[in-house]
């Protein structure tokens, strides 16, 4: 099973991107994104179930907005408002279950290869 992850790119604070991950086959429950910026943890950004269950971080809940494409294949993050502090590596990440401390801690099975999202101020 691949993830594919798209959308990334430079962007001016202020500025708006849309990532898009598409999964190679139907068989998640849940989708999502995480981050990864230089010299951090990687966090949980936001992510979604097959039901809409959705769960954001603090930092980028009213700017983010996750959702899933018909065929449950896509998962979407539009992120507008973006600031400085939103630069980072943004992976795809999808499980075959929805479970709110797996998203958290990070274990979920399945993960993409990043995308660069660089915001200049």
């Known amino acids: 099973v691949q993830l594919q992850a798209s959308g990334g790119g430079l962007v001016q604070a202020g500025g708006s991107l849309r990532l898009a991950c598409v999964a190679s086959?139907?068989?998640?429950?849940?989708m999502g994104w995480y981050r990864q910026a230089p010299g951090k943890e990687r966090e949980l950004v936001a992510s979604?179930?097959?039901?809409?269950?959705?769960m954001y971080a603090d930092s980028v809940k009213g700017r983010f907005t996750i959702a899933r494409g018909d065929a449950k294949t896509t998962v979407y993050l539009q992120m507008n408002s973006l600031k400085p502090e939103d630069t980072a590596v943004y992976y795809c990440?999808?499980?075959?279950?929805?479970?709110?401390?797996?998203?958290?801690?990070?274990?979920?099975?399945?993960w993409g290869l990043g995308t660069l999202v660089t915001v200049s101020s």
């Open positions: 990440a999808a499980d075959q279950v929805w479970g709110r401390t797996r998203w958290v801690l990070g274990a979920v099975d399945y």
């Open positions: 086959e139907s068989i998640f429950n849940s």
């Open positions: 979604i179930s097959s039901d809409d269950s959705i």
